[in-house]
């Protein structure tokens, strides 16, 4: 009917960076609409980039999924440790053959002997790696359980 439709457009050249692109487009109805989008260029040779790492819920009840999104084009693995305030580490998680580039890690917030944790604040530590090893990285955050 005229009014969707699909735009393709290769950037080339850009440096990397934070950029916001604007587009304005009109239906044969002559109807404008306008849509921004943000985008961020990295380096190839820059390695992992992990970008909008968060836990949700947080704080959480009973489980909670661990999100991101990376740059790599190949399989990665990841690893979550969650750990106590003091520093005990109390579970690791690990997804070993990961393909998409947005990535959900579900926790059923119970520790390595399957025990509910307590209420309370923990931090957890998120790594990164890509199959042939030659890329890492890692991201810190913190998570509470409130019940």
């Known amino acids: 009917?005229?009014?969707?439709?699909?735009?393709?457009?290769?950037?080339?050249?850009?440096?990397?960076?934070?950029?916001?692109?604007?587009?304005?487009?009109?239906?044969?109805?002559?109807?404008?609409?306008?849509?921004?989008?943000?985008?961020?260029?990295?380096?190839?040779?820059?390695?992992?980039?992990?970008?909008?790492?968060?836990?949700?819920?947080?704080?959480?009840?009973?489980?909670?999924?661990?999100?991101?999104?990376?740059?790599?084009?190949?399989?990665?693995?990841?690893?979550?440790?969650?750990?106590?305030?003091?520093?005990r580490m109390i579970k690791q998680i690990e997804e070993p053959a990961i393909t998409g580039k947005f990535v959900k890690i579900d926790w059923d917030g119970r520790d390595e002997d399957g025990n509910q944790i307590a209420n309370g604040t923990y931090l957890y530590k998120l790594t990164v790696e890509s199959a042939d090893g030659q890329f890492k990285d890692y991201v810190l955050g913190k998570l509470a359980v409130i019940k």
């Open 1 to 87: 009917g005229g009014r969707a439709g699909t735009i393709n457009y290769k950037f080339s050249g850009m440096t990397p960076g934070d950029y916001k692109i604007r587009v304005k487009a009109w239906d044969v109805f002559n109807n404008l609409s306008v849509q921004e989008a943000s985008f961020t260029v990295v380096a190839a040779d820059n390695g992992i980039v992990l970008r909008d790492v968060v836990n949700y819920p947080n704080p959480f009840s009973s489980s909670t999924t661990f999100t991101f999104q990376h740059n790599i084009s190949s399989l990665i693995s990841a690893k979550v440790k969650i750990y106590t305030i003091a520093g």
